[in-house]
């Protein structure tokens, strides 16, 4: 199976933490303005205390933008050399 991805390497040359900051902003406010649609977090513990998912995803309807975030949190990683939180966006643009 080939699935396409962007290493955290290629996000940090491509994407300008000014950038990041400012759509962020621009999403807060149309949060404030009911611009937005985000369902009920899901969450699930794997393991109490020691490994947990949530997934979050929202909808801003003018911008045809769908965004979901999974955050994984797995402490045996530690032991195996792998980050403990692993964190996935997805932005998809509807086109027009």
């Known amino acids: 199976m080939n699935i ?4 955290a390497e290629e996000v940090r040359k491509n994407l300008l933490m000014e950038d ?3 759509c962020t902003e621009n999403v807060y406010k149309l949060k404030s303005q009911d611009k937005t649609v985000v ?3 899901i969450f699930y513990e794997f393991d109490p205390g020691h490994a947990d998912m949530d997934i979050k995803s929202g909808y801003l309807p003018e911008l045809h933008i769908f965004g ?4 994984a949190f797995m402490e045996a990683n530690v032991q195996k ?3 403990d939180l692993v964190v996935a966006d997805f932005l998809l643009k509807k086109n027009r």
């Open 4 to 7: 396409p991805y962007i290493s």
């Open 20 to 22: 990041a900051t400012q």
């Open 39 to 41: 369902w009920p977090t």
């Open 68 to 71: 979901h975030k999974t955050v």
């Open 81 to 83: 050399g792998l980050p």
